[in-house]
Structures are given as C-alpha cells and as structure tokens.
C-alpha cells in the first residue's frame, strides 16, 4: 500500500505526465504510517553475551547430556555435515555475512554460513500459519515502540547437546532494535537482539543471550556451499572422477 | 580494513562459538607450525573448509606432495583480501601446517603466504 506521501508523489507525476486536471485533494486526511526502525542491510556478527553462563539442566537432559557425552566426540559434529543451527543459535551468528531485507509485511535474513534463511512475519499483515517444525521454526512480529518482537515456535529439535540442544517444545523470544553506536569516531548502525530461550524439557531456567550485529555494507553476502566435501567423499567411495571442464580446450576455427 | 576485518573475524569466530566452529581440531597437533615452499597441486575453494595440495622440492632434490586436508572457510580467507588466482593451480606459494596426529602426511592449512609476504591465516 502506497504512504500518503506517495501518493501525493504519484499523483503529482501523472499529473506532469498527463497534464490532465488534478485530482481533488482527499476529503479526510489519512493518518501517516508509523516509521519503524528500519534493519535493512549487510551485517557482521559483533559479540555474544549469554545468562546463564553455563544453562542448568533438567534432570533429564543432564541424563542426555551424559549418555552423548559418552558416544559422541567433538568432531561428531552436525556443522560438519552441513546441519543448519537453526534458532536461536543462528541470532548470535557465526562469523559470516548477514543479510536482511525488511518489508512491512516481513522481514528475511540470509546467513551466509550454512547459506541460511529465516522468514519473519509480522503479526499485522495476515501471517501464514505454520506448516512443518523446522530449524527456524515459526517466527511472528509486532512492534513496541522502535522495538521489533519476534517469538518462534515450532522448532525441530536440535539434540546435540554440546551445542545449545533444544527440544520442539523450545520457545524463543527476541527483542531486537537498532543502536547508533559512536566507532573511532564515527556513527555505525548495530543491531542488538536480546533473546529468551524457554526450554522445560531442557532447561530449568530460561536462558538470555544478546547478539550484536554491527553494519557493514562494504562487505558482500557470498555464496556458502556447504556439501562439496561430502559430495567428493561420496564421489572417492565410488571411485568416480568428474571431468574437468575448464581443462577442455578452447574452440578452434569453424569450419 | 582488512587488518580489522581479521580481527572481528577473529573475535567473531569466538564469540560465534559453538555455533560456528565445526570441530575439535584436536585430530590436528596445532602447535606446530610447518613451513613449505611449493607450487599448488590441486586446490578446493570450499566451505566450509578449503583444501589444497602443494608439490614441494625436498632438500635431497626429489619431489613430494603435501596435502592439506582443511584449512579456514574459503570465505573467510578471501574476505581478509585473498585473490583466489594468487593460488591457482601452477602459483608459487608458501604454507604453514598443523600435522594431522595419526597421518604425520597431512596437514591442517593454518596460512598461506604469497611471494610478495602478505599471510592469510584466521588461526595464530
């Protein structure tokens, strides 16, 4: 939908363009739309700040945590195998790219490690509904003020324990605003983003983790495939070679 | 920029853990660090690790291959100011590696080093 000013804009324009008559002004004024932050942009992950330190389990996922520990090494690792963290460990953001582009109705994120995505719906704009559990999961928007809160449900669990596991039972809210902040002498745009993490099956208390994402629009969101590794294992276990297609030679006369 | 693009790379890289890092490096002995001189082999411009082969002249004059399995995210590297064609196939390079503790013949790439002495390494 086009703001007022806009429309006054266009107006104008077809207007110049047309030279037909102008249009009568609007009967009733229309109010303005409120002005959100706007969190657009390239982002680089600037910090993490979590509390509790070190997360109280239920006895039950202490009994888990203990069993993994047992049979699984740190090199067991899902990150090797292209397993996307997923929420909330993706807010805080490995040491890659984040992209975001915010519309009214929505707003995506593009993580260039793992290349994920993740879809924010806000709640004013006729939300889709939930269909799969999924390592993002479901995440819903309002505003409060110049602050953007987003809660996400229905997340696949993440069962590696040594890495921030969750249930599908797992709950997340985000608090998430902009901040100008004054670096070497400068102002820089920062997203902080302060979570919740409310587990029961997991965890006794819930868990607060701040994310910090600092604005670098000189940088570019590069292309992270992860599985070429796996995908030349698979091709060494079959004893297959590809062919090298920039070893073909360049073209010759035509005849 | 790149000097400080390491360095929140860096800070980054500890702050993203364990989100980001993918494993232990303990397969790796991590305090050695081992120079070669060689020509690159092969290389594997990859995430979420590189890998590359450097054919290197050993002191009797015979030849060998040095294989360094993994090595930083390729992103990561060519976000400090790589240019990948500085290690294509056939270039001149320098290498540091960590030996893999059960396979003393492979190595983690922990940097590289170009002719004219600029060093990408994410890892000291």
Redesign the interface.
Do not use: I
């Given at each position: 939908m086009l703001k007022p000013a806009s429309t006054a804009a266009l107006a104008a324009a077809l207007f110049a363009l047309g030279g037909c008559e102008r249009p009568e002004a609007p009967a009733a004024p229309v109010a303005a739309a409120p002005q959100h932050p706007d969190f657009s942009g390239l982002f680089?992950?600037?910090?993490?700040q979590q509390d509790p330190q070190r997360p109280e389990y239920t006895p039950a996922a202490a009994a888990a945590l203990a069993e993994y520990e047992k049979a699984f090494?740190?090199?067991d690792?899902p990150?090797?195998y292209?397993q996307w963290?997923g929420m909330p460990?993706?807010s805080?953001?490995?040491?890659?790219t984040v992209e975001i582009q915010q519309r009214p109705q929505d707003i995506t994120i593009y993580w260039?490690?793992y290349g994920m995505y993740r879809k924010i719906y806000m709640a004013d704009h006729n939300p889709p509904e939930a269909i799969l559990p999924s390592a993002m999961g479901h995440s819903i928007a309002h505003w409060e003020g110049d602050v953007l809160v987003v809660e996400t449900t229905d997340l696949k669990q993440y069962p590696y324990m040594?890495?921030?596991a969750t249930s599908s039972d797992a709950h997340v809210v985000e608090r998430m605003r902009v901040e100008e902040r004054d670096v070497d002498g400068q102002k820089v745009k920062f997203i902080v983003n302060e979570l919740v993490l409310t587990d029961p099956k997991v965890y006794k208390t819930p868990i607060k983790i701040t994310g910090t994402l600092?604005h670098r629009p000189?940088?570019q969101l590069?292309e992270?495939?992860?599985t070429?590794?796996l995908w030349?294992e698979y091709l060494s276990e079959r004893g297959l070679t590809l062919p090298d297609m920039d070893a073909l030679p360049p073209p010759g006369p035509q005849p | 920029m790149t000097k400080n693009l390491g360095a929140l790379l860096l800070a980054a890289l500890a702050a993203a853990a364990p989100a980001a890092a993918h494993h232990s490096f303990a397969i790796y002995d991590m305090d050695q660090n081992i120079n070669f001189d060689g020509v690159v082999e092969t290389v594997k411009l990859r995430n979420p690790h590189m890998a590359m082969t450097l054919k290197v002249t050993k002191d009797d004059g015979t030849t060998g291959v040095v294989n360094f399995i993994e090595g930083a995210p390729i992103n990561m590297i060519v976000r400090l100011g790589l240019d990948p064609a500085d290690i294509a196939v056939g270039k001149q390079i320098k290498a540091v590696g960590a030996p893999l503790r059960d396979d003393p013949h492979s190595y983690f790439l922990k940097a590289i080093i170009l002719p004219d002495g600029r060093r990408f390494s994410v890892i000291n």
């Open positions: 680089f992950p600037a910090g993490r090494q740190l090199d690792d990150g090797r292209c963290p460990r993706a805080w953001g490995a040491p890659f260039e490690g040594t890495r921030q600092r000189d940088l590069l992270y495939t992860c070429d590794a030349d | -």
